[in-house]
């Protein structure tokens, strides 16, 4: 009898804190808060990894330590999406997943590129991550009353 009755109080707590909404994960910032202070700075690290001006590379990666930075900018951006798709933030449960499900891949895609160390491959990911920063923005941001900065349009 002992012995159930301790099994019992185990799944009624491992139960109640599955169900606590306390532990479970709710949003603090604004979608607009995650742009400005995370998915845009990293992003940009991920697109100064791979310029040409003239058909010279200004500013890219030179030691292991720039790489594994670029890799970690990539793979905070694909972190990023799941933010993104935190309950309450989602604008829907379809172009908005498709949407934020396309920039993580994209973002993961440039990690494997960084940790290769190979430029091109980082430029085209960077390519890839535009795309989908720009595709989401059409969907979802009405340019009357809102004007996203760089990366937007
Ligand atoms: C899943 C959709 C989605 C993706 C993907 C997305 N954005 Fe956004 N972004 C938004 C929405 C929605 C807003 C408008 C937020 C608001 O002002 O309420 C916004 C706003 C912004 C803003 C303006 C913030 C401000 O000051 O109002 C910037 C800058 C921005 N995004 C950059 C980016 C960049 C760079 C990327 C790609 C790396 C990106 N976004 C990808 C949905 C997205």
Redesign the pocket.
Known sequence: MRSRFVLGAVVVAFASGVGCSKTALTPIA???QI??TT??PV??KVFDAAVWENGVQIGGPETDEDWKMIEANAVM?AETGNL?LMGSQM?DQTG?VT??Q??MDAANEAAKAAAAKNTDAVFKAGAK??E??TG??QQ??NPLT?Q?????N
Do not use: N, Q
């Open positions: 604004t979608v607009e742009m400005e998915v845009e992003s940009f951006l993104l604008k908005w949407r934020t396309a920039m991550i535009y989908a920063c989401c923005h979802y941001i809102v996203p900065r760089a990366g937007a």
